[in-house]
């Protein structure tokens, strides 16, 4: 129990036997990575998971959100640690269009992997953000973007400031 992150894969496992559902044991990762991030908290679905899991294992019952966050920091597709990178904001986009394959071949295969923050009134005078990098995502994202596996792939076009204002 010395190592947290062989502490938190452990914890992973023990979950995700415990749940028995690949695809809930994935969507508890990738609520925690977004939604539970967001608001400081477990969504009321997760709780109920949770909580039976550590009804289970009472050992767990003392973590506190913060922890159970960490031990789901991985990627929900290639289940790999999380590194927190610096994307710069690209003041001069406000949005990206790509078609619809291409958004959701990304989401599916490189949901952590994101080049660039568009531009936003929240983020002041920021010029960087912080994200969640996975590895294996930015590697399947370049592939995606290089038109690879998909020849719709490709990013088409970034809409400069105020064209759709
Ligand atoms: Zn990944």
């Given at each position: 129990?010395?190592?947290?992150?062989?502490?938190?894969?452990?914890?992973?496992?023990?979950?995700?036997?415990?749940?028995?559902?690949?695809?809930?044991f994935r969507k508890f990762i990738q609520t925690c990575n977004?939604?539970?991030?967001?608001?400081?908290?477990?969504?009321?679905?997760?709780?109920?998971?949770?909580?039976?899991?550590?009804?289970?294992?009472?050992?767990?019952?003392?973590?506190?959100?913060?922890?159970?966050?960490?031990?789901f920091?991985v990627c929900h597709?290639?289940l790999?640690?999380?590194?927190?990178?610096?994307?710069?904001?690209?003041?001069?986009?406000?949005?990206?269009?790509?078609?619809?394959?291409?958004?959701?071949?990304?989401?599916?295969?490189?949901?952590?992997?994101?080049?660039?923050?568009?531009?936003?009134?929240?983020?002041?005078?920021?010029?960087?953000?912080?994200?969640?990098?996975?590895?294996?995502?930015?590697?399947?994202?370049?592939?995606?973007?290089?038109?690879?596996?998909?020849?719709?792939?490709?990013?088409?076009?970034?809409?400069?400031?105020?064209?759709?204002?």
């Amino acid at each position: 129990m010395n190592d947290p992150a062989a502490n938190w894969q452990s914890i992973r496992e023990l979950f995700r036997v415990f749940l028995g559902n690949d695809v809930a044991f994935r969507k508890f990762i990738q609520t925690c990575n977004t939604k539970s991030r967001e608001s400081g908290r477990l969504t009321y679905a997760q709780e109920e998971r949770w909580n039976s899991f550590t009804n289970a294992n009472p050992e767990f019952k003392s973590l506190t959100f913060e922890e159970v966050v960490a031990a789901f920091h991985v990627c929900h597709i290639h289940l790999k640690p999380l590194r927190s990178v610096e994307v710069p904001i690209r003041k001069d986009v406000v949005s990206v269009s790509r078609t619809r394959e291409s958004e959701a071949q990304i989401s599916q295969a490189a949901f952590y992997a994101i080049p660039f923050v568009v531009d936003s009134p929240a983020w002041g005078e920021a010029t960087h953000l912080s994200v969640d990098h996975c590895e294996d995502c930015v590697r399947r994202r370049k592939q995606i973007e290089t038109g690879h596996d998909h020849p719709t792939a490709a990013t088409t076009g970034v809409n400069p400031r105020g064209r759709q204002e």
